[in-house]
């Protein structure tokens, strides 16, 4: 079964520093990887996407994120963080053959401090 | 070009009664499907329709159901609404049946709050 993890519900940096929101996911078979953002009140809009392209995935609004298959991993970063970068972040999956649906990671909040 | 909408924004009903939500997907797209955002439990996958067809479930109850028209717009009604259905009901549509293919492009979603 697919399942991906987020590690911290919640993470704060200075505005200026670096991103880091952690995504680990869990199958045996490499799966799609999606991270998406949900500003409040809002629906969830894609960041970037890994489908066994390039491991370096860039997206949008300067973030870019890395496939590590030894480490089952797909960690989203950003150089600097800017104050408009607050808020939840929800690292997906998907399997490579069967259903379509996304699983969802519990998602990780970010505050910016100025 | 316009988004993947939802209506009504917000929507509130007591218990036992039966909700209808409504989405309309970008134009193109063929698939929608219906994700549940509960306080939480975070974000679940409900349905997914294709071609007017329902491709796949989620782990819900049956009194969750829904369809797909002509249009390739959808609705996701909920029936005998109970208190824990109190979320953010979001959709979502894509254009292609294979996910690598095509990314899934999210509505604003429809709060539903049950009393």
């Known amino acids: 079964a697919q399942s991906v993890t987020q590690l911290g519900s919640h993470v704060s940096v200075s505005e200026g520093a670096l991103v880091l929101l952690r995504c680990n996911y869990s199958s045996s078979v490499p799966p799609y990887l999606f991270w998406y953002v949900q500003y409040p009140n809002q629906g969830l809009q894609l960041l970037l996407k890994?489908?066994?392209?390039?491991?370096l995935v860039k997206g949008i609004n300067g973030f870019e994120a890395e496939f590590k298959k030894s480490e089952t991993s797909f960690h989203l970063t950003k150089p600097s963080a800017h104050m408009s970068d607050a808020a939840e972040y929800f690292c997906?999956?998907?399997?490579?053959?069967?259903?379509?649906?996304?699983?969802f990671g519990t998602g990780t909040r970010l505050t910016v401090i100025p | 070009e316009a988004g993947v909408t939802q209506s009504p924004t917000h929507l509130i009903k007591t218990r036992g009664q039966q909700a209808t939500l409504r989405c309309s997907p970008i134009s193109g797209h063929t698939s929608v499907y219906w994700y549940q955002q509960a306080l939480g439990l975070g974000l679940q996958f409900l349905l997914w329709?294709?071609?007017?067809?329902?491709?796949n479930r989620g782990n819900f109850p049956p009194r969750f159901s829904g369809r797909q028209f002509p249009n390739y717009s959808s609705e996701l009604n909920v029936n005998a609404l109970e208190l824990e259905d109190s979320a953010l009901y979001l959709c979502?549509?894509?254009?292609?049946?294979?996910?690598?293919?095509?990314?899934?492009?999210f509505g604003p979603g429809t709060r539903l709050l049950v009393l």
């Open positions: 997906a999956v998907t399997p490579k053959t069967g259903a379509n649906n996304l699983f």
């Open positions: 979502a549509s894509s254009s292609a049946v294979r996910i690598q293919e095509e990314t899934q492009y």
């Open positions: 890994y489908t066994s392209a390039a491991t």
């Open positions: 329709y294709d071609e007017g067809e329902e491709r």
